[in-house]
């Protein structure tokens, strides 16, 4: 089994540096990608269906289509990484981050060729120190061997690259938040349109693209769309760098074809639930998508068909919710942090995750009433997609009408026994 | 006034972007390198080197959970509160930590070393329960663990 975005990560946690880098075929897309005009570029990856690997599962090449070319484009131009791997759950960015870092920065580079960028930003969540450290050295070799900077290898083209350390909170990894805190600004999002391809930081065409999404690029323009869609078990391209958290045996994160079924993870890779507890349900893709249950372990892990099972793909990486913890618990404590992360800017946002987290607590200490779990199901109603103008709020929604769905007796013997069962 | 070497390493971030505002949270971090936290006098003097108001660069300031505007002891621990550490033992952690240290989140020990506070997903769940200390990450913690890691930070 092929697994290229993991491939030379060491497995003793040192990071790979440029010379093991390039000694593997490091830096060749890039040669490549720099031969190339733009357009032909968005055709390769757009051939390869490669879909972002952030969470919502644009297909990038149709993304990168949106921004203007060629001399009348406005300049300068950017493509930001997005490295705020902050989705509770999510810890598989982190991997590529510390382990390859120059592969996420070659990725970078093909994709400022893809749409003709001037400056690159990393922007890189506060709290990943170690891959501070190694994404601003590896960034530092990659201008001193000529990758970076004017006429890089003598193509005539200029990049610059900038790391960031964020400042906090879960808002910067939103797209248009992440564009606002960048500028120095409140992480508030931003109205699409327009859409930042084709206004973004300060106004120019700019590209947000996810951690895991940018490692792909290198590995698809060396071998090719053909290639790339073989890897995976879906029409969707690729691997995927999936992850399981939670009371299984051996909790981690693997990268396996695309559309992997959520019972290989589980049982194979995670290596089933300790000893003591069974499965209840799973988060599959991060905090902010609907819980699923025994009845879909089956489902292929990709963006179509966990869809269709009535949740996302998220991010990849699945909580587990085991028979000892209780789920009203653990949804409490999902909500609290959906209204603690709220920006403040859209009211049903931060009005009624505030409103959904205190009656999680009253139900969950026993102090609810069964009447709340209608407001419950009320509220996920009205922070629905389309009310607020960036996906926390309709995200907060996911975990709590599925647990309302699968967990109902779960909060109802909360409500009758005036107590959570789970506490002693 | 801000001290030199502050000035030189705002002044370095400043040749990244292309408005004084956009490094104004790099400014703020640098700030709190050097001083632990950011002040309302750290603050005022910010404002007039990126050419801001006091209020907007307030407001950014308090947005942001890493940007301290109140002091902190000589070490900050942040415990992981979110999904993975709350299933994996966050609340035994947490009243560990709260009644061996004797402050609640949000607090500082009398004897200022230590500041502890909550914090979002740490981005290392497969080692659940996880915490860090000045920026080192602590994981696969119990009360055991903890009590071996705080010694090291005196």
């Known amino acids: ?424 | 006034m801000l001290r030199p070497e502050v000035r030189q390493e705002i002044e370095a971030e400043l040749e990244h972007y292309p408005t004084k505002q956009a490094v104004c949270i790099d400014a703020m971090l640098i700030v709190q390198k050097h001083r632990g936290w950011v002040s309302d006098e750290s603050l005022k003097d910010l404002a007039e080197f990126l050419g801001m108001s006091v209020e907007d660069l307030d407001g950014v300031a308090t947005f942001y959970n890493l940007i301290f505007r109140r002091p902190v002891g000589r070490h900050v621990i942040m415990v992981c509160d979110s999904v993975s550490c709350w299933i994996m033992g966050y609340e035994r952690l947490r009243k560990h930590l709260t009644s061996r240290l004797g402050i609640q989140m949000g607090e500082t020990t009398a004897d200022g070393r230590f500041t502890l506070l909550p914090i979002v997903c740490l981005g290392t769940c497969d080692h659940a329960p996880a915490m860090m200390v000045d920026g080192d990450l602590h994981r696969d913690l119990d009360p055991e663990k903890v009590n071996v890691i705080l010694e090291k930070y005196q």
């Open chain 1, 1 to 424: 089994m092929e697994k290229p975005l993991t491939q030379r990560i060491r497995s003793d946690g040192e990071v790979v540096d440029i010379g093991a880098y390039e000694s593997t075929g490091g830096y060749q897309a890039l040669r490549k990608a720099l031969k190339l005009v733009p357009k032909e570029i968005i055709e390769i990856v757009k051939q390869s269906n490669l879909r972002g690997r952030g969470g919502a599962g644009f297909p990038t090449g149709a993304k990168w289509s949106f921004v203007p070319l060629g001399p009348e484009a406005p300049r300068p131009k950017y493509i930001v990484c997005n490295a705020d791997e902050m989705e509770p759950g999510t810890f598989k960015d982190r991997v590529l981050l510390e382990g390859d870092p120059h592969e996420v920065i070659e990725g970078l580079m093909i994709g400022a060729c893809a749409i003709e960028a001037d400056v690159a930003y990393i922007f890189l969540r506060g709290e990943y120190k170690l891959a501070g450290q190694r994404l601003a050295r590896a960034v530092e070799e990659a201008y001193q061997r000529g990758y970076l900077g004017k006429n890089i290898l003598g193509s005539g083209r200029n990049l610059e690259m900038v790391l960031h350390m964020s400042g906090g909170r879960y808002m910067c990894g939103e797209e248009t938040g992440l564009l606002n805190a960048l500028e120095g600004k409140r992480a508030n999002p931003r109205a699409k349109p327009p859409f930042p391809q084709v206004s973004g930081l300060w106004g120019k065409p700019t590209i947000v693209q996810n951690v895991e999404t940018l490692a792909n690029l290198s590995h698809i323009i060396n071998n090719g769309p053909e290639w790339f869609k073989k890897l995976s078990l879906t029409p969707d391209g690729g691997t995927k760098l999936y992850g399981a958290s939670g009371k299984v045996k051996r909790p981690g994160v693997w990268e396996l074809p695309l559309g992997t079924p959520a019972r290989e993870i589980l049982e194979q890779h995670a290596g089933g639930m300790r000893d003591g507890v069974k499965f209840r349900g799973m988060l599959p893709g991060g905090a902010s998508t609907d819980f699923l249950v025994e009845e879909h372990l089956d489902v292929k892990m990709d963006f179509n068909e966990v869809q269709k099972a009535g949740s996302r793909l998220g991010t990849g990486t699945m909580i587990i919710l085991d028979d000892q913890t209780c789920p009203v618990g653990m949804i409490c404590n999902l909500e609290q942090f959906f209204a603690q992360e709220s920006c403040g800017w859209c009211t049903p946002c931060w009005s009624g995750l505030a409103w959904a987290a205190k009656m999680l607590e009253a139900i969950e200490e026993g102090r609810g009433e069964l009447g709340q779990l209608d407001k419950l199901a009320y509220i996920t109603r009205f922070v629905a997609p389309g009310n607020t103008y960036c996906a926390l709020a309709p995200g907060a929604a996911e975990p709590l009408q599925s647990g309302l769905k699968y967990f109902r007796e779960d909060f109802e013997r909360h409500i009758r026994e005036k107590r959570c069962p789970w506490s002693h």
